[in-house]
């Protein structure tokens, strides 16, 4: 119940085009979704994040979409760049929790 | 220049040996975390603080041991308990309790390996 899956493992986009990211949780109890970005040798970064009250969130070309009901949340890249390449993950918590649980994390290639 | 500092960058040491991987805060978080890298697995919470000496072990904490006794640092060391000891080592820290953001701030990393 405390997991977080997330797919697909990898990914390779054309430069230009949409990435799109999933992941799937089984805990009700999770209200805070984020996204981290992370290049090689590098400390992972916050990308974006969401709570359950709202059905998406969009900072630039970023987009977190949110399904309540489905329990899934994704992530979506518009106009996917080369410099986007990175290893994304999702993450999980619960209020009062203080923890992230983690997905697998997906590696992203976008091609010029 | 506010911010998380890990040091080494690489780390290397031979099998028995314990060593300690240092953590540095100067963002005045109570919460800090210290989770394990490796690949295709994501990221394993190893052990974290809410508060000064007080400390709980996360998911994979086996051959680890971790001390708080600043708000600024949280150590870890790998014993030679532990049994597959090289990865990407991070440390992240929180505001914590006293706030209602659940942001974590990840530092830059240690690569240890033991061979």
């Known amino acids: 119940q405390q997991q977080v899956k997330q797919s697909p493992q990898s990914l390779i986009v054309q430069k230009g085009g949409i990435s799109i990211i999933n992941c799937a949780y089984e805990?009700?109890?999770?209200?805070?979704f984020p996204w981290y970005q992370q290049f090689p040798g590098k400390g992972p970064a916050l990308l974006i994040a969401?709570?359950?009250?709202?059905s998406e969130k969009k900072e630039g070309r970023f987009t977190i979409s949110f399904n309540k009901s489905a329990k899934q949340f994704s992530l979506h890249i518009m106009d996917s760049q080369p410099g986007d390449s990175a290893t994304y993950f999702c993450a999980a918590s619960m209020r009062g929790a203080q923890k992230l649980v983690f997905g697998q994390g997906t590696r992203l290639t976008i091609n010029p | 220049d506010g911010g998380i500092t890990q040091s080494p960058k690489y780390l290397f040491r031979k099998e028995g040996q314990n060593v300690t991987l240092s953590c540095e805060q100067n963002?005045?978080?109570?919460?800090m975390y210290w989770y394990r890298q490796d690949p295709g697995q994501g990221l394993r919470l190893i052990y974290y603080s809410q508060i000064v000496n007080d400390f709980q072990k996360g998911d994979i904490a086996e051959g680890y041991s971790v001390s708080r006794e600043k708000k600024e640092s949280f150590p870890l060391t790998v014993t030679s308990a532990q049994k597959n000891p090289t990865a990407f080592y991070l440390c992240a820290s929180s505001i914590g309790m006293a706030g209602t953001s659940y942001e974590q701030y990840f530092g830059p990393g240690t690569r240890l390996t033991v061979t």
């Open positions: 805990n009700t109890a999770f209200d805070y």
């Open positions: 969401i709570r359950p009250d709202v």
């Open positions: 963002l005045n978080h109570d919460a």
